[in-house]
């Protein structure tokens, strides 16, 4: 079945640290989105890339990089630099026909 | 003005009752609409798409008003299961961004 796959899906950072997030989707979806999400809060859009090898920020790219090397893969790397990282992280992907997103099952990330 | 505004609820409503909530939206070039559901620390997942006035999909119902630059939700026959935050979401062609409100949370009560 396709679909669009998140791991770990909890993680402990030490600060100072850096860490990645995983990010794979087989729907062949051209479009793919990095969102965070704090307790009762909505989502906000970290980073997100239409085509392979390109990316563009969002409203709350500092503190965070991604990579678009595949069509499938859209890794997110959490720097040292992200003040208060703890939250939840969703990725989500669409194909260029302008349907809803997919999501992942998402990532919860702690900083211990 | 918010490019997406919805009322946070909490909406406690009876098991069976139906159920209805506004979001408005503020850009007028927006031409398709989307309703998610999110349980609690879960995804958002796709409920509905609304492309012309509107749409229906069993218990629910999607109404869209271009005038007045809202979308509407419609829920018959509420059941526990439907508690959820239930989430508009805006789109407009060319933009591959989605922006997402806080969503309205609706609690179904036996």
């Known amino acids: 079945d396709g679909g669009i796959t998140q791991s770990p899906k909890y993680l402990f950072r030490k600060e100072g640290q850096n860490v990645t997030l995983s990010c794979e989707q087989n729907l062949n979806h051209d479009a793919m989105y990095w969102y965070r999400q704090d307790p009762g809060q909505g989502l906000r859009l970290i980073y997100y890339s239409q085509i392979v090898n390109d990316f563009q920020k969002g409203d709350i790219a500092e503190g965070y990089s991604v990579s678009r090397e595949k069509k499938e893969s859209f890794p997110l790397t959490v720097t040292s630099a992200q003040k208060n990282p703890t939250a939840f992280y969703l990725c989500?992907?669409?194909?260029?026909?302008?349907?809803?997103?997919?999501f992942g099952s998402g990532t919860r990330l702690t900083v211990v | 003005r918010k490019e997406v505004e919805q009322d946070p609820g909490p909406f406690n409503v009876p098991e069976g009752a139906t159920v209805a909530f506004n979001c408005t939206y503020s850009?007028?070039?927006?031409?398709?609409f989307f309703w998610y559901r999110q349980d609690c620390r879960k995804e958002p997942k796709l409920l509905m798409s609304?492309?012309?006035s509107g749409n229906e999909d069993g218990r629910f119902t999607a109404q869209l008003n271009r005038a007045s630059q809202y979308i509407s939700l419609l829920i018959r026959d509420s059941k526990l299961s439907d508690s959820a935050t239930y989430l508009c979401v805006p789109r407009t062609f060319g933009n591959e961004k989605l922006t997402f409100g806080t969503g309205t949370r609706l609690t179904i009560i036996p």
């Open positions: 850009n007028s070039a927006s031409q398709s």
């Open positions: 609304v492309y012309s």
């Open positions: 989500a992907s669409s194909p260029r026909t302008g349907d809803g997103y997919t």
